[in-house]
């Protein structure tokens, strides 16, 4: 690598122009330092940040399958603790890694306690091996194997709340983040760094080649999500919601509109029921975390 370094997380990696796990990546190594061992389960960062001989990682990386991503970091936590030694262990997965692949050791290794942060970055779908459809994949988005069509809609099931099922586990600190805010997201490993026992972030990490949007768009999608009610951020310790971003909202349209992943409820004709199907999440949302800013008039 040559010219000006970017961190820890160094430039010159094989993501696509403004590829938001690329953002997330660089923003966790700054808020966690040099002092960290990242297991990184297979899938797009993992891809993009290590093509054979070459890595972006200036810390200690070892890939793992997609299956054992916490067993492996578990692991590591395990002997660095019988060793007497103090760094840190972030493991790192996509949503399939995550919310489907990798749920059983992530579990197993929540329900142990061990000491070290789990980050999910989630594209909402398995974006390296063409966009398939994942458990985090939103309602009625068209994926390879959710297309929308004659006959369907795109994806039929609702996003999975991982989030809330690791809070059940008993973690100390669970929290969702998005690059669109980077120091949030920043501050939010920081103190899932900072916390004893097994924590996990959740970050939102629109993706210009799956969702269909110009790369430049990456923090605007992020932006609207937000601003729409379909993501939160949150946190949660010792299993209460604690922090909430607040928005005045905009209705779930301008978020839908701006992603080829949802042109088929625009085109060839509004459809408008499962528009209000969406916006009925984003409204479910807003009651169940208490995000809107009520305007005086
Ligand atoms: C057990 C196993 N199943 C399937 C694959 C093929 N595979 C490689 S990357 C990938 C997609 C990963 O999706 P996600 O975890 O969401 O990460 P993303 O690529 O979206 O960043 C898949 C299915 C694999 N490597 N191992
Ligand atoms: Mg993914």
Known sequence: MTGESCGLFEYGHRACGGCAAAMAARTILDAAGKDTIIVSATGCMEVFSTPYPETAWK???????FENNSAVASGIVASLKKQGRKEKVIALGGDGATFDIGILCLSGAFERGHDFVY?????????????????????????TT????????????????????????GAPYVATASV???????????????????????VHAPCCTGW???????????????ETGLWVNYEMEDGKVTRVKKVVRKPVEVYLKEQRRFRHLFKPKLNETEIAKIQAVADRNAERFGIDIKLKK
């Open 59 to 65: 810390v200690p990386w070892i890939h793992s399958l």
């Open 119 to 143: 980050i999910c970055y989630d594209n909402e779908a398995y974006m390296n091996t063409g966009i398939q459809r994942s458990g985090a994949t939103p309602y009625d988005a068209s994926t």
């Open 146 to 169: 959710s297309p929308a069509g004659k006959c369907s809609t795109g994806n039929r099931r609702p996003k999975k709340d991982l989030p809330m099922i690791l809070a059940a586990h």
């Open 180 to 202: 669109a805010y980077l120091p949030d997201l920043k501050k939010k490993v920081e103190k899932a760094i900072a916390t004893e026992g097994p924590c996990y972030l959740q």
């Open 212 to 226: 269909g949007f110009e790369g430049e768009k990456t923090m605007t999608i992020g932006k609207l999500a937000i």
